[in-house]
């Protein structure tokens, strides 16, 4: 099978970058991932350019089209892509189909934020959504995420606060990494209160970064010295006519299964995992809904240090069998 591969990959570092515009920061991390990646710029056939705040901060919505202008990329056709937290995901997504459907054999995924802007406040994604209008703002639906979590399944205050230590760790080995300070589960703990019962190093920070990524049929990417295949790659939506449960993401236990199912694998067979960490409680129901650990079981594995790098996810499954 033909599945498409990674060949080069570019990411700026994260933080407020004030000088910044969203243009340079995407050129950046383009021109990283070229030279990762060893092939000309003239190679390229499409972009799939991701965002969700500049049409909001900006006014703009084609800011793709501005950036392959200013990189001097002619004539290729510009896709935006706006998809909330699944912005990136969903352009990986559309290049790795416009591969694997023989419309162009390379194509550039690059995904650009500039959330530090001086004088503007909260974004307001839902204004009209009845949720909103009762104060369901993003940090106080998590927040009753997190407090059904521990009523259903008896987490703890500290297993949710031990998502940040370790995620705060290991930052502090990245050096393009925005929060690189680490921090104790009393640190965590003892932070401002955003939503109880999630305090303020249990929420993401704004930052200002871009990612790109090279994407090659299996032709192209034989060249490559840095070739990796892609087994799958899932899209999916919620289902809306059934009442949402907090502690239970369908829709991540429904791609975590196709996903597996098309690559021929299972969670047990994982090296590495990338969690989707906006809150505490987000990973936690990550963890559960890729397999890594049962249902409720989440607190557990990030306390036992199972989610921390050289984490014994694996022996798990092996102490099971």
Known sequence: MTHGCHTGVGVT??????????VSLAIE?????????????GRLQA??????????????SSVGQNVTAAAGLDGIPVVNVENACTSGSTAFYL??????????????????????VPGFGLINSGASELDTQLGLVTPASFALRARRHMHEFGTTLEQLAAVTVKSRRH???????????EESLAQVLASPPIADPLTRSQCCPVA??????????????????????VAA???????????????????DYRSASLAYEKAGIGPEDLDLVECHDAFTISEILHYEALGLCAPGDGGAFVEAGHASLGGGCRSM???AC
């Open 29 to 41: 991390a383009l021109q990283i991932a070229l030279g990762d990646s060893g092939l000309p710029k």
């Open 13 to 22: 570092p994260f933080g407020k970058h004030l000088e910044r515009s969203i």
């Open 95 to 116: 290049a790795r189909n416009a591969i694997l459907a023989g419309e162009c054999d390379v194509a550039l995924v690059l995904g650009a934020e500039k959330m530090c």
């Open 171 to 181: 930052a502090a080995l990245n050096p393009l990494a925005q929060m690189r300070q």
């Open 47 to 60: 972009c799939y350019f991701a965002n969700a705040l500049a049409p909001v901060l900006f006014g703009d």
């Open 317 to 319: 499954y092996q102490a």
């Open 208 to 229: 200002d970064g871009a990612a790109a990524l090279i994407l090659a049929s299996a032709d192209v990417a034989r060249g490559c010295a840095r070739a990796v295949p």
């Open 233 to 251: 790659s899932i899209l999916t939506s919620g289902l809306y006519q059934h009442s949402q449960d907090l502690v239970r993401w369908e829709t």
